[in-house]
């Protein structure tokens, strides 16, 4: 089958949607399809030409779209982990406006030139198939191209934007109106009507948010949620799409380079290893942890990795405690941070769909703390402790339990050592999806 994983966000930039767009796009070219990745081009990606060529002069397959090249498997993202034996899926850039990097990501624009790149593209190369990863302007350009060629469109909803729109952009009472206003410009909203009855659409903003996401959903055939609490969450709200909760998943070669789950042990005398992992963005309560650490056992060490917005702030925040912060980190050295700690600390409370920082702690036999309630499905029975609540008393209580009870750690990282199989990335179901909306209609 021939697919298009189109997206707004993709390596070299960091984020859980980024490894599980990866993740998914190796596992199908392992599986034995032809899988192009589309996304808003990047200085700093492989596959940036600083020429800048325009893609109709060159090559009408798309191959050089918007100074951005094919990459082949030396080139992809999968070298980032392991380019010997990574299968790498071809990465085709799209136009990104000059200026204008929202929380450092590259924007895809304009919406005209997105949509002629990829209607160009999906014809030349046969696409089948057309799957979204994301809410802006790369994603709405493959729904518009979809459209004009007559393709199925499956979704992922992978986040919550209302949560992400509140916490980032600048006045979001004011710009949230401009991008929602874009984004009809592009889907269709007329009819689309989100009501003020629950605790996560009582503002206005959200709402604004809210229908977005039913937009983008209503314009697909299908839609892919990787966790059944915010599957529920969309259902209740409107969607009628077809939904299909279907986790996410760690490529096979990224488990390699892991290497086997290891049981945590510590010893009496050890100091309590602490790891957060994340975009260092007000959404992900980066400041909560930090705050916490100062309350934690003497001896705990405390290791954040990621950068964002909140970089400053939280750098403020750390000054003078327990908590080391390491930047932006690249995916290798993230993995062997994990092996090395007794414990993941997740934040985030009412944003996260399913971290694939979890994901990957699991897979490395690393116990979860998580302060919102609807994680617990993300790590398997017995792998992760729920906070009492949700604040920085909620983590450093569970924290303390930890340290003076290591056999609740041994125990917690034995249960997830023995669950690392739930982890593996697999396509079977998500290929029978792409089976589904490919109608004798869409065909012939």
Not at 65 to 93: E, F, I, N, Q, R
Not at 190 to 202: E, F, K, M
Not at 377 to 389: K, S
Request: net charge neutral.
């Amino acid at each position: 089958m021939r697919i298009a994983l189109v997206t707004d966000y993709y390596l070299p930039t960091l984020g859980g949607v980024q490894t599980a767009v990866r993740s998914l796009a190796e596992a199908l070219t392992t599986a034995g399809h032809e899988v192009t990745v589309f996304c808003p081009d990047d200085p700093a990606g492989p596959w940036h030409d600083p020429a800048g060529h325009d893609p109709a002069a060159h090559d009408p397959a798309g191959h050089d779209s918007a100074a951005g090249h094919d990459t082949a498997a030396d080139g992809s993202p999968a070298a980032a982990h392991d380019p010997a034996t990574a299968p790498g899926p071809t990465v085709v850039g799209l136009p990104v406006a000059r200026a204008f990097r929202p929380d450092g990501y590259p924007f895809a624009w304009s919406p005209r030139r997105v949509r002629a790149v990829l209607r160009r593209a999906f014809a030349a190369r046969g696409v089948e198939v057309v799957h979204t990863h994301s809410e802006m302007f790369a994603a709405l350009g493959g729904i518009r191209a979809a459209q004009d060629l007559g393709l199925p469109v499956v979704h992922t909803m992978h986040g919550r934007i209302d949560v992400y729109t509140r916490n980032v952009l600048p006045l979001p009472a004011l710009t949230t109106v401009l991008l929602a206003r874009l984004h009809a410009a592009q889907v269709d909203h007329r009819g689309i009507r989100v009501g003020a009855d629950t605790p996560y659409t009582r503002t206005r903003t959200a709402r604004r948010m809210w229908r977005v996401m039913l937009a983008q959903s209503r314009a697909s055939d299908h839609v892919l949620v990787p966790s059944r609490h915010f599957a529920d969450k969309l259902v209740d709200r409107g969607v009628r799409t077809p939904v299909s909760v279907l986790t996410n998943g760690i490529e096979p070669a990224v488990l390699d380079a892991l290497g086997p789950a290891r049981e945590r042990t510590r010893q009496p005398d050890e100091p309590l290893r602490v790891l957060w992992v994340g975009r260092l963005s007000p959404e992900k309560r980066p400041e909560v942890l930090v705050a916490a650490a100062r309350s934690f056992p003497p001896g705990t060490v405390v290791d954040v990795l990621g950068d964002g917005v909140s970089r400053a702030a939280v750098a403020r925040a750390a000054a003078g405690g327990p908590v080391t912060l390491h930047g932006s980190t690249p995916h290798p050295r993230v993995l062997e941070m994990m092996r090395r700690a007794h414990v993941l600390v997740s934040s985030s409370s009412g944003f996260d769909n399913q971290p694939m920082v979890m994901l990957e702690a699991v897979a490395t036999g690393l116990p979860v703390v998580h302060c919102d309630p609807d994680l617990a499905e993300v790590v398997p029975d017995g792998g992760g402790f729920t906070t009492p609540t949700p604040d920085a008393a909620g983590i450093v209580a569970t924290i303390r339990h930890l340290h003076d009870d290591p056999a609740a750690l041994t125990a917690a990282s034995r249960a997830l050592v023995a669950a690392r199989g739930r982890v593996e990335q697999r396509v079977d179901d998500l290929v029978d999806v792409y089976a589904s909306v490919l109608r004798p209609s869409r065909t012939s």
